[in-house]
């Protein structure tokens, strides 16, 4: 890994340096540095010299060879050594779609048995690609670029960028363009004697893709996937979808690209998607199987900032006004382009700052990732600094860094939906009490929302044919444990606890309690089988202790769970707790509450929780918040605290 890091750095540095120059110098550079493939780069030179009609495509050459330092390949061999893992692992899922929510698990079960590891290595293009491979890109690529009645609405600077690039990121080079052009013959032949603009024709190939299953998790696992080994799986993160749509929409000549916002402005993660470019030059987003063009596309999550991927280097990133700096990881991409007014309503932002350091060459803007502050915009340091186009209802960290470290350059602040900026600078001769609650928010609603209407109910026959309904949920319930005491302590032999209406019996926990006020056990029961066959939502797990675990049915509304003791036992109290996050305040569990000062997190105290609320006194106004819980989780979320209430950011 360390010779990976070693050789990227290396090779941004030798593009920053080289690029610099006119595109003239630029490709000499290139030819130089490929070393013994020099001759292979230079056969696609002379083979668009000879014939003056083929200019444009001799042009075409020199922008992709110009631009191919920085451009490689992963270990080849080792990507090829997954090709049995992918077997296997169809031939289990072959007509068992209802393994969907067990993938992770069982792809991380074949990556153990076959032993394979992510490849370090990595393979330069300028060293590496044969004349045949870029002739073949570049013949394929202006085919489809003239057959397509929309061509003519695409310059050759757009194709240059939207079409012609033989590789996405970092994926092992194939002849995706040939693979795509015979797969989707009968769609290509639609298209071309259509009169459909690009976004139409995507909008028609998005409807011919076929289904894929969106999995956060299991292609950290394994190297950057090819046209081929997508197509295969059906099944990856954003990336992976948004890098599948460029390959068919390129192969099939329509103008599209990589897109992707680093760091979320509100949780952990980022994101990405698909372009596509219309005839007024602006870009729409899609993402395969889930979001066509022209649908909404996360307008209810908060981003900070918006970049595509690039094949050609931009002169105005900071990689290539100046390589030599130490700056964070994002900023030395040189294939960076800011892309944020396509994608959502921002404002430029002017910052003065009272004692501006001379160490720093750059400041930068951070938003915060649950644990950390992730720069994702930069500008030179001044007195009076502007960032441009940033996203609104945001809470910012100013920051000075480089490769290894960040430290704040001024105190937070929210950029309201107004574009005014609001300082969150802790006011100490002002206190307030904090009553809190949670230490994340509530992210997925639907959770609670599944109980409403549920029933508690008691039986002496196991049919519950003689059914009597103890208690019925009237809301939607917080994410913590409900107490439900029965007025009447009552016996039955059989408990349970049955689906709200159109609903699968979502529960994560619950427990019976005898007259001495102790939990009482039974045999546990309920409907068999789970949601998806999913082996992790069995009516069991209600019962294992475990918070995070829950029952899911297989069928709504008449799905069940609960316990047969044996004969009549009384039971005082019914605890249940909804499918939840574990991020609500709990008894027992500690906890310490940070506040932001000028120099970074200052710690307001431990305490243990000895109720679902947490008080805090003598607690600063103005200031922006993090509870961390130090017995578990990991789930962090800032906060300020307005009108008594946390609200997040």
Not at 158 to 170: A, G, K, M, Q, W
Not at 514 to 533: A, C, L, R, V
Request: hydrophobic content about 35%; proline content about 4%; some cysteine.
């Amino acid at each position: 890994m360390k010779k990976l890091i070693f050789t990227l750095i290396s090779i941004f540095l030798i593009i920053a340096t080289s690029c610099k120059d006119s595109s003239t110098n630029r490709l000499e550079q290139v030819l130089i540095l490929a070393g013994d493939n020099r001759t292979e780069l230079e056969k696609v030179l002379q083979y668009y010299s000879r014939r003056p009609e083929d200019s444009l495509k001799y042009q075409a050459a020199v922008f992709l060879i110009s631009n191919m330092l920085g451009q490689y390949s992963q270990d080849i061999k080792t990507t090829e050594s997954y090709d049995p893992l992918f077997d296997h692992w169809l031939r289990i899922d072959k007509g068992r779609g209802e393994l969907k929510s067990n993938k992770t698990r069982i792809l991380d079960s074949l990556i153990q048995v076959y032993h394979l590891q992510p490849p370090l290595n990595i393979f330069p293009d300028i060293n590496y690609i044969k004349a045949n491979y870029l002739i073949n890109n570049i013949e394929l690529a202006f085919k489809v670029w003239k057959e397509q009645p929309w061509g003519n609405d695409i310059s050759f600077k757009v194709f240059c960028e939207d079409i012609l690039p033989y590789r996405v990121s970092t994926e092992p080079l194939e002849d995706w363009r040939g693979m795509i052009l015979q797969q989707y013959e009968s769609i290509y032949d639609s298209l071309r004697t259509s009169d459909m603009d690009a976004v139409a024709a995507c909008s028609f190939v998005f409807e011919s893709i076929g289904e894929f299953f969106f999995n956060q998790h299991f292609t950290n696992s394994l190297p950057e996937l090819s046209y081929r080994m997508i197509d295969k799986l059906r099944m990856g993160t954003c990336k992976d979808f948004a890098v599948f749509g460029v390959f068919v929409m390129r192969a099939l000549g329509i103008p599209v690209n990589w897109e992707y916002t680093p760091q979320w402005a509100y949780r952990s993660g980022g994101h990405d998607w698909s372009s596509v470019r219309n005839r007024e030059g602006s870009y729409i987003p899609f993402i395969l199987g889930e979001i066509k063009p022209g649908e909404p596309h996360k307008t209810d999550e908060r981003m900070a900032k918006a970049y595509r991927h690039t094949y050609g280097k931009q002169q105005n990133t900071l990689a290539m006004i100046d390589a030599k700096e130490s700056k964070p990881a994002l900023f030395n991409d040189p294939c960076l382009l800011d892309v944020s007014k396509f994608n959502f309503q921002g404002s430029d932002v002017e910052i003065s700052f009272r004692n501006q350091s001379r160490k720093y060459k750059y400041v930068y803007l951070a938003v915060f990732d649950n644990r950390n502050w992730i720069p994702i915009q930069w500008a030179k340091s001044g007195n009076r600094v502007t960032f441009q186009y940033m996203g609104t209802d945001i809470v910012y960290l100013p920051v000075y860094g480089d490769k290894y470290q960040i430290r704040p350059a001024h105190v937070p602040f929210i950029l309201t939906k107004e574009k005014t900026v609001r300082w969150l600078e802790a006011d100490t001769t002002q206190k307030q009490t904090l009553k809190l609650y949670r230490k994340y928010p509530i992210m997925y609603k639907w959770m609670i929302e599944k109980m409403k209407g549920g029933k508690f109910q008691g039986s002496n026959l196991s049919d519950f044919s003689d059914t009597v309904t103890l208690y019925t949920i009237p809301y939607y319930p917080e994410m913590k444990f409900h107490e439900v005491i029965l007025d009447l302590p009552c016996q039955y032999r059989f408990y349970r606890y049955l689906s709200a209406p159109n609903e699968y019996c979502s529960i994560a926990e619950l427990e019976f309690y005898g007259m001495d006020e102790n939990q009482i056990f039974g045999k546990i029961m309920g409907t068999p089988g789970s949601y998806n066959n999913d082996i992790s939502r069995t009516f069991e797990k209600a019962f294992d202790g475990n918070v995070l675990t829950f029952y899911d049915a297989a069928v709504r509304d008449s799905a069940w769970v609960g316990m047969d003791f044996g004969f009549k036992t009384t039971v005082s109290k019914i605890r249940y707790l909804p499918r939840n996050d574990d991020n609500n305040i709990v008894p027992g569990q500690s906890y310490e509450l940070f506040f932001f000062a000028r120099q970074g997190w200052s710690s307001l105290g431990r305490r243990v929780a000895d109720s679902d609320i947490l008080y805090y006194d003598n607690v600063p106004k103005n200031a922006l918040f993090l509870l961390r819980n130090l017995t578990t989780g990991v789930e962090e979320r800032i906060f300020t605290y307005e009108n008594g209430k946390q609200v997040w950011w």
